[in-house]
């Protein structure tokens, strides 16, 4: 291995004391540590090790010799730190993160072993741990895995974990990123095992419908204590020849989280949602997408829908626009929702508009990331924009769902200033009758005196509204 540090550089650091260099070496950066290499002779030959309490391990950092094969290097690497962790105390540490490649072992390299110790070490400080290997599968053997100082948690990418019994009674953040060999009954165990869990954070992404670990963490969360849920999974469709597969995993989804306050949740639709027990549930940001290759439309997201209504804070994605209007049988009334922020792209629709607004009998702040979308013909009275048909027949004039939405915040962000964009302000303006702030920013420098002025001439119906804010 050679370090990108410099020999005046490696003398300079070398020169200072023990106590001084093992505050500095606590205080680099986790992808700038490995670079310390230089001083593995020092650290096994002095008490260097006893004044650092953050240990980080990054191998994408490491300048290999020649090319070397990476299971090759990778081996070395872990040689290097299992000899420097070898006489290393583990009461110490209170922060080890640790990102490999893999090497050609046949089991669990050492440096896994001294990690776990430094986890059950009675009198340990440890708070954080975070390890990631990302090619060859590392195999975590525990008969019982925890930890009483343990506060965050992060396993990402090649572990396969094999445990009879999972305690961690401090643990508050566990983050769980596409961990490929992680099955449904230890995923499980491992939650269990966290009685006072607050975050949870969990991946599956790149994974297909033929996987011998099929996805696990997305599909079923169930905890008491967790307040803050990030979900995020994006799998592979392997086609018609994968159906039976494709339609087991994404069949239903399960959330069952009596405490929790906040809800990130990236998925394609799966055909069942069962979200139980949301109560507390305030805030949800939702990025659902449809599937590309699957016809007839598959899914459907109304159970999801219902299970959120309580909600005060919502999010939405271009996609799951789309998937509300072609995969939600009925919208139920968001009595509590005050606060809808909307992101707009311009291959999707806004067909879901009116009848969003019209379930929202309170809402205060409307948000768009954006207004130029996909013109069609169900966009309804929400939108400016109508498709161009000259055999279509001019409908009666019907009530619009703007005249009735109770907005008092109109936002638009990443204003372009486009024919479409300005329409659909003159739209908005005119018809929000309860509105009282307008702020638009996201202008272009190079245009905004021509821009702003464009807007400030659009008429305003609402009495209490009288000029628009440029943020």
Not at 176 to 201: A, M, Q, S, W
Not at 298 to 312: E, F, K, P, S
Not at 347 to 376: A, D, E, I, Y
Request: glycine share 4%; proline share 4%; net charge positive.
């Amino acid at each position: 291995m050679r370090s990108c540090c410099s020999s005046r550089d490696r003398d300079r650091i070398s020169d200072l004391p023990d106590e001084i260099l093992g505050k500095i070496l606590s205080l680099v950066p986790t992808k700038v540590a490995v670079s310390t290499s230089v001083l593995s002779k020092r650290w096994r030959m002095s008490n260097l090790l006893a004044h650092v309490d953050t240990l980080s391990f990054d191998e994408s950092m490491v300048v290999y010799p020649n090319e070397e094969a990476v299971s090759g290097s990778s081996d070395r690497f872990l040689e290097f730190l299992d000899k420097t962790l070898r006489n290393c105390p583990t009461k110490t540490i209170k922060k080890f993160s640790l990102s490999h490649r893999g090497g050609r072992f046949t089991k669990s390299p050492a440096v896994y072993a001294w990690i776990l110790s430094a986890m059950e070490e009675e009198e340990s400080l440890l708070e954080q741990v975070r390890l990631e290997c990302t090619r060859i599968e590392v195999s975590l053997e525990r008969k019982l895995l925890t930890s009483n100082t343990l506060v965050k948690l992060t396993l990402s990418r090649e572990y396969c974990l094999e445990v009879d019994r999972v305690y961690f009674p401090a643990l508050k953040s566990l983050s769980l990123l596409t961990v490929g060999g992680l099955d449904y009954n230890n995923y499980r165990r491992l939650i269990k095992g966290c009685p006072v869990l607050e975050e949870l954070f969990i991946t599956d992404i790149g994974a297909d419908a033929v996987d011998p670990y099929p996805p696990c963490c997305t599909a079923s969360v169930k905890s008491a204590s967790i307040k803050r849920l990030v979900v995020s999974v994006d799998m592979a469709y392997g086609g018609p020849r994968n159906e039976h597969s494709f339609r087991d995993l994404h069949y239903q989804s399960y959330v069952k989280a009596p405490s929790l306050v906040y809800l990130d949740y990236s998925s394609h639709v799966f055909m069942n949602y069962r979200f139980l027990d949301l109560d507390s549930l305030a805030e949800v940001r939702l990025d659902l997408k449809l599937w590309d290759h699957h016809k007839p439309i598959y899914g459907d997201v109304t159970n999801l829908a219902a299970g959120i209504r309580n909600i005060t804070t919502l999010h939405l994605s271009p996609d799951s626009l789309e998937a509300f209007h072609f995969c939600c049988k009925s919208m139920p009334v968001f009595k509590n929702l005050l606060n809808l922020s909307i992101q707009s792209n311009k291959k999707k629709g806004w067909q879901v508009m009116p009848l969003l607004l019209n379930s929202c009998p309170n809402l205060h702040t409307l948000v768009f990331k954006g207004l130029v979308h996909r013109v069609t013909d169900k966009c309804g009275d929400a939108c400016a924009c109508t498709p161009y048909n000259k055999h279509k027949k001019k409908k009666s004039k019907v009530i619009s769902c703007l005249w009735t939405c109770p907005v008092k915040v109109l936002e638009i962000v990443e204003y372009g200033g486009s024919f479409q964009e300005l329409k659909q302000m003159r739209h908005f303006l005119g018809n929000l009758e309860c509105l009282e702030t307008v702020r638009v920013g996201g202008i272009d420098a190079d245009n905004t005196i021509f821009l702003r002025a464009n807007l400030l001439s659009l008429p305003i119906v609402s009495s209490n509204c009288n000029n628009i804010h440029f943020i």
